[in-house]
């Protein structure tokens, strides 16, 4: 009875035919595995603009700057609205406009434009003692004094002062506490001399010699635009157009009028 088992050469020939089958089929599965993860990716990128857009959007309509801007537009063209109206109508736009403030607000605000007007006219040099002036109020004004320290070696001081017997706590009828200079030390007078012995901290010397830079950092500046800082030449000009003429005619005839200045200079020229 003859075996129906393929032969050798038989399996060899369908394992071959069948293998190029089978890498056909993975490749086509490779091929949808990765267009599906393609289309996740671009799924998931779309959403993610949309809300980063959702997100810009909102955020333009809220910009404090943005509704600033338009805020100032509006009351800028509302403002010239009412100034050609009232003029059509033959009308005080000044004194129409004043109907919405309050007596307060109008004094209030001509005693700020009064105070910007000062100031302006401040800015210009008058004197070295209003220059004075206005360093002073300058410094006083970016001063930033450490009350909490302050009170602290207050209270220390205060705590010394009674134990050493100079200085009494009373309390008056009121019932606040008071306190007496017996010998008359504690309580600073014209007279008085212990600020010497006082020795600042290494911030507060700092903070001078800071001061001090930015002083002379300023008074330097002010000399060079006044024209007299590090220029040792004659002085050949009236201001600061003329000086700019002629150094620029210097630059283009110094080298044929040399012979003739050194001339003058020496006193030689005919």
Known sequence: MASLEPSA????????????????????EERQARF????????????RNLKEAAAESQRLAT?????????????????????ADT????????????????IEESEKWDKRMDKKAKHRDDVAFQDYRQDSRKVYKRQLREMKPDLERY????????????ANGGLEMIETDDGEIAAVDKNGTFYTTADSTDFVQDKPDRA???????????????????????????DDSDVTYINDKNKQFNQKL??????????????FERGTAI
């Not at 071959?16 to 086509?28: C, F, G, H, V």
């Not at 599906?36 to 959403?47: G, I, N, T, V, Y």
Request: proline share 2%.
């Open 9 to 28: 050469s038989q399996t060899t020939e369908l394992t071959s035919t069948l293998q190029p089958e089978n890498l056909a089929i993975d490749k086509n």
């Open 36 to 47: 599906k993860a393609l289309q996740a990716r671009a799924k998931k990128s779309a959403e």
């Open 63 to 83: 910009d404090p700057n943005l509704l600033s801007s338009l805020s100032r537009k509006q009351a800028i063209a509302s403002h010239n609205l009412l100034k």
């Open 87 to 102: 003029t059509a109508a033959g009308e005080d736009f000044e004194r129409k406009r004043a109907w919405d403030w309050t």
């Open 151 to 162: 009170e602290k070696e207050k209270a220390d001081a205060m705590k010394k002062a009674a």
């Open 204 to 230: 507060a010397v700092d903070r001078l010699v800071t001061d001090l830079k930015k002083a002379e950092e300023t008074r330097l500046r002010k000399r060079r635009d006044r024209g007299k800082g590090g």
């Open 250 to 263: 210097a630059r283009f005839y110094n080298k044929y009028t040399a012979e003739i200045r050194d001339s």
